[in-house]
């Protein structure tokens, strides 16, 4: 079975410029979340889809980021434009939506390790 | 507001000595009690889950957990440890419901250096 997958690994851009994450889930995972590791933190919540809809987006810092997961696929996390304080790894995972064990079975992506300067 | 506690940040140990990662949460509710380790250049891993039953979880790769309500932890262990168990690890906590929305709360890990 494919893993979730992540791309690109790295990235470094400018402050003020966009930057595009991806993140491909196991086939058949309707949920898909995105979470973010700022250095030294914890690893802390961003959102969650079911398939296509936003169905928790209570960890969104701010109207810069913006999620979708067209089709119920793959998704994206855009950060435009990036800040200095968005520099983090940011991973994602992918569960089945069935029993609350399914549901908490998630599977990590290796993340992308975002540096803004 | 959910919260997770892991009280070392960073615990080196010999091979062969016993492992105890300390983990206390906060949360007004039911949950569920997870485990996670990263590996140097890979991906986070579940090593063990409670969700309900037997209090003492088994996990892979000889890790054990124990979850005691009354003080709200849910503390790692493993009686020898190895070089290969070199890693960062995870405790995080879920609402048991889910209410639509399984989202993890995690400690901020412990950092674990076995000297062979």
């Known amino acids: 079975e494919a893993g979730v997958t992540q791309f690109p690994s790295h990235s470094v851009i400018e402050k003020g410029q966009t930057v595009t994450l991806r993140c491909d889930p196991i086939?058949?995972?309707?949920?898909l979340y995105w979470y973010r590791r700022v250095m030294g933190k914890e690893i802390k919540f961003l959102l969650h889809?079911?398939?296509?809809?936003?169905?928790?987006e209570s960890g969104m810092p701010n109207n810069r980021f913006l999620a979708e997961r067209t089709g119920g696929t793959y998704s994206t996390l855009k950060v435009q434009p990036a800040e200095l304080e968005d520099s983090g790894v940011y991973f994602c995972?992918?569960?089945?939506?069935?029993?609350?064990?399914?549901?908490?079975?998630?599977?990590f992506g290796s993340g992308t390790r975002l540096t803004v300067v | 507001a959910q919260s997770v506690s892991q009280h070392n940040h960073h615990v080196i140990l010999s091979e062969a000595a016993s492992l105890e990662l300390g983990c206390n949460y906060s949360?007004?509710?039911?949950?569920?009690l997870f485990w996670y380790v990263q590996y140097p250049g890979q991906h986070l891993q579940l090593l063990l889950k409670?969700?309900?039953?037997?209090?003492l979880v088994k996990g892979i790769k000889g890790f054990e957990a124990e979850f005691i309500k009354s003080k709200f932890s849910f503390n790692l262990r493993k009686p020898s440890v190895q070089w290969s168990d070199t890693a960062e690890y995870f405790c995080?906590?879920?609402?048991?419901?889910?209410?639509?929305?399984?989202?993890?709360?995690f400690g901020k890990g412990t950092k674990l250096s076995v000297i062979p």
């Open positions: 995080a906590v879920g609402p048991y419901s889910g209410a639509g929305s399984y989202q993890l709360t």
């Open positions: 995972a992918s569960s089945q939506a069935r029993d609350n064990s399914d549901n908490y079975g998630y599977t």
């Open positions: 949360y007004g509710g039911t949950v569920n």
């Open positions: 889809f079911v398939k296509e809809s936003k169905q928790d």
């Open positions: 086939s058949g995972h309707d949920n």
């Open positions: 409670y969700f309900s039953g037997d209090p």
